[in-house]
């Protein structure tokens, strides 16, 4: 009954004797299989179904046609009886009930009473839902949580990040960009490490990022680098190039690509994750040599913040008291990008999309603003879609790259043809968006992002699904480790 209409007026009337309905949407965000809702408005005798909302299976919801004044409602959930802590409630002989209250034609909220509630001897609280009313997690539980996840990792290797079986892939740094460009679309995979047959080691990682710099600098007039050339030019050729571009040199004024940042099987995870964030990459290579000067190296595992999110996930299931900070609101904590409330600036603004924009700007702003996504929104700023850097693969499909113009593709077509290409990474369960609410524990949103493929989180609005922020693997870390 997903975006269907209750009509629950039954029995109320207004004096003139005409029903005056409001559309009231009621929201269970806590999960559970078989969610029903029940109240004043039905006369208890009904439990109206609620429905999932679409991409986020914890949070039901259903729409109400209501009449003015004041109303009781509770939620069935799972065969039990709840409320909503975070709305308003009452406590009555009946037991604790949510309230609301609708306003009508020269109507204004009266305080409550036994009369407008239909209840005897009763005792009310009203819970603000704003920001300022969710209690603040303390100096020191916040301290502990830290301490706690920092020995955690700092006890565990790399090594346990390694898979039971799986492969890795590597590329040979003398690959043509055309062909590398290709092997990473039909793996499935975002990036690879490059391997120097000429040097005998791993000497750095191409990744989405070295793709969109790619189709940019083809795109710019006057550039070097041609289509025809793209056939052969090398993955070596190109990180040399790029040197040029980011203006990395060495002491005597030559180009020289970024070095590789890998780690070894028994450093510990604090220490890797350090890397990735401090080096702002989406992975780094565990790589073995059991020689003293490193040569012979063998490729181990590609580490993430995820790999590691999930070891933290794992050993504190079962003993989440031990660290409160996880069942804090995640909008009561300093994690992510927020859009800024009406008189509020924000220093980090969110990016956002529309699907009409051309890919070009979609990718200059992914550059320009060092972000890995961008949630795709309507004219209601309502959650549609997501466009990450991972994306870009997608155009290796029949060779797209070389058969469009940057300017000339929109996001809703290059989501399209990556739909079509329908690549396994960054798909989970389905689905590309991947949503959580600000009421959202940091404990849940931590569950969700140690999921693979899952590297960020849109904040939507219950309901609506109007962005209110995004929350990155990187911010979780960032958060937990206090940088």
Not at 111 to 116: E, L, V
Not at 210 to 239: C, P, Q, Y
Request: overall charge neutral.
């Amino acid at each position: 009954m997903f975006g269907s209409t209750v009509d629950t007026s039954r029995g109320n009337s207004s004096a003139s004797g005409q029903q005056l309905l409001t559309p009231t949407r009621f929201v269970w965000p806590y999960g559970g299989r078989r969610v029903f809702l029940s109240g004043s408005f039905t006369r208890w005798t009904e439990n109206v179904p609620m429905s999932p909302l679409e991409g986020c299976p914890t949070v039901f919801q259903v729409i109400c046609n209501l009449t003015p004044g004041y109303h009781q409602y509770k939620f069935y959930v799972d065969g039990e009886w709840r409320h909503d802590e975070h709305q308003p409630f009452v406590n009555a002989n009946g037991g604790i009930m949510n309230t609301i209250f609708i306003t009508g034609p020269d109507m204004v909220p009266t305080a409550f009473s036994p009369s407008s509630m239909d209840v005897d001897d009763f005792s009310h609280r009203v819970a603000d839902p704003s920001q300022d009313s969710i209690p603040r997690i303390s100096a020191v539980d916040l301290e502990v949580s830290r301490h706690r996840i920092s020995v955690l990792l700092s006890t565990r290797t790399a090594y346990e990040l390694l898979p039971e079986s799986g492969k890795v892939i590597a590329l040979d740094v003398n690959l043509p960009v055309k062909q590398a460009f290709h092997i990473l679309y039909e793996q499935g995979i975002p990036l690879a490490p490059l391997w120097d047959f000429g040097k005998g080691q791993f000497v750095g990682v191409l990744g989405p990022l070295d793709f969109i710099l790619i189709l940019r600098e083809l795109g710019t007039h006057g550039s070097n680098l041609t289509e025809e050339e793209l056939e052969t030019h090398t993955v070596a050729a190109w990180k040399e190039g790029k040197a040029h571009i980011s203006r990395q040199y060495d002491g005597i004024g030559r180009p020289y690509p970024r070095p590789l940042v890998q780690a070894g099987p028994y450093d510990n995870l604090k220490d890797v994750a350090l890397k990735i964030l401090q080096n702002k990459v989406a992975a780094v290579p565990v790589i073995y040599s059991s020689l003293q000067d490193g040569s012979y190296p063998q490729l181990l595992h590609l580490a993430s913040l995820s790999g590691i999110l999930k070891c933290i996930c794992r050993y504190f299931r079962h003993s989440s008291s031990s660290l409160p900070i996880l069942q804090q609101p995640i909008c009561s904590i300093p994690l992510g990008t927020w859009v800024p409330r009406i008189g509020e600036s924000s220093s980090k603004p969110l990016a956002t999309l529309r699907p009409q924009a051309s890919l070009g700007s979609a990718l200059s702003l992914l550059v320009q603003a060092g972000v890995s996504s961008i949630p795709v929104v309507d004219d209601n700023d309502s959650l549609i879609d997501i466009y990450s850097r991972s994306d870009i693969t997608a155009l290796a499909k029949d060779k797209a790259y070389a058969q469009i113009h940057l300017d000339d593709m929109t996001v809703h077509q290059a989501l399209q043809l990556g739909q079509d290409a329908s690549p396994p990474y960054g798909i989970f369960n389905g689905q590309r968006c991947h949503m959580c609410l600000r009421s959202d524990s940091l404990g849940k949103v931590m569950e969700r992002l140690a999921n693979p493929g899952v590297r960020r989180l849109v904040i939507v609005e219950a309901g609506s699904k109007r962005v209110e922020g995004i929350i990155s693997l990187s911010d979780v870390f960032r958060f937990l480790l206090g940088l």
